[in-house]
C-alpha cells in the first residue's frame, strides 16, 4: 500500500489495484468547435486538465496501472439516446442542441464523428480499455464494472469532464458499488459556473471520497518505486 497525499486526510491504495479512469476527454467537451463550445460554455480550463491528465497518464503507464477511456457516444440513428419519455433525451445537451439547432444534427457525440474523438493530446495507447456509454454515468449499461472488477481493482483515480456530471456521475457510483473514488483535481475541468467545480469538490472530500492532484500521485508513485525491497 502507499500513502497518496488527499484532502481530508491522506488515503492508502494499492497500486496493483488501481486504476486511472479518463471521462469524456474528447473534442465535444474539450476542444474549440466542439459541443461545449458551441454551447457557449467557457472551456479555458480544459487545456491545463489535458496537461495534468497526460502527465498522470504517463505515470500510471509506467507504474504498469490500468488506463480506462470513458467516451459519451450516440448512435447514428441515436436509437440509443432515448425516445422523448427518457430524461436523457429532454435533458443531455448534444441531443437538446441536435433539436435547438437543425446544421447540428447528427453532428454531437456520434460514433466516428470529430466530436466524438478523444482529444489527440490524449489518444489512447495499445492496451488501454475504451468503454463506450451512452449515458453520464460510466457505469450505466456498460461493462466498466465487470471490467475492473475481473483485474481486481478497487481504487479509481479520476480525471476528465465535466467535474460536476460526468465526472460526478460516476464516481458517485463507483462509491456506491464500493471502489474507492479519487478525484485529480488539476486533470477534471467543470461546466457552468464555478461553484459547480466547488460543490462537487466538496461532495467527494467530504462524504463521497478523496480529492488529490496530479503531482501528489507522480509524487506518490515515485516514492513508490524507489523504495527498498523488503529483505
Known amino acids: 500500500m502507499l500513502v497518496l497525499d ?14 486511472v479512469v479518463v471521462v469524456d476527454m474528447q473534442n465535444a467537451f474539450a476542444s474549440a468547435g466542439g459541443m461545449f463550445d458551441l454551447a457557449g460554455m467557457d472551456i479555458s ?4 486538465a489535458i496537461e495534468a491528465s497526460r502527465r498522470l497518464l504517463a505515470a500510471a ?17 441515436l436509437s440509443d439516446a432515448g425516445d ?7 435533458k443531455e445537451l448534444g441531443m437538446v442542441l441536435m433539436r435547438e439547432r437543425p446544421e447540428l444534427r447528427g453532428k454531437l457525440l456520434i460514433d466516428d464523428s470529430w466530436d466524438w474523438r478523444i482529444v489527440d493530446a490524449l489518444k489512447p495507447e495499445p492496451g488501454d480499455e475504451v468503454i463506450r456509454k451512452s449515458r453520464y454515468s460510466g457505469f450505466c449499461n456498460t461493462g466498466l464494472e ?12 479520476f480525471t476528465g469532464v465535466a467535474t460536476n456530471i460526468c465526472v460526478d456521475a460516476t464516481a458517485r457510483d463507483a462509491y456506491m458499488l464500493e471502489f474507492w473514488p479519487i478525484l485529480v483535481e488539476d486533470a ?14 466538496w461532495n467527494f472530500e467530504n ?23 523488503p529483505t
Open 6 to 19: 488527499a484532502r481530508p486526510k491522506p488515503v492508502h491504495i494499492d497500486p496493483a489495484r488501481t486504476a
Open 45 to 48: 480550463g480544459a487545456a491545463p
Open 61 to 77: 503507464r509506467r507504474n504498469g496501472m490500468p488506463v480506462v477511456y470513458l467516451q459519451m457516444s450516440y448512435r447514428s440513428d
Open 84 to 90: 422523448p419519455s427518457s430524461p436523457n433525451y429532454q
Open 146 to 157: 465487470t471490467y475492473l472488477r475481473a483485474r481486481k481493482i478497487r481504487y479509481l483515480l
Open 188 to 201: 477534471i475541468n467543470h461546466s457552468g459556473p464555478d461553484f459547480n467545480r466547488q460543490s462537487t469538490l
Open 207 to 229: 462524504a463521497l471520497g478523496w480529492v488529490t492532484s496530479t503531482d501528489k500521485v507522480i509524487k506518490a508513485l515515485e516514492m513508490e518505486a524507489t523504495e527498498p525491497l
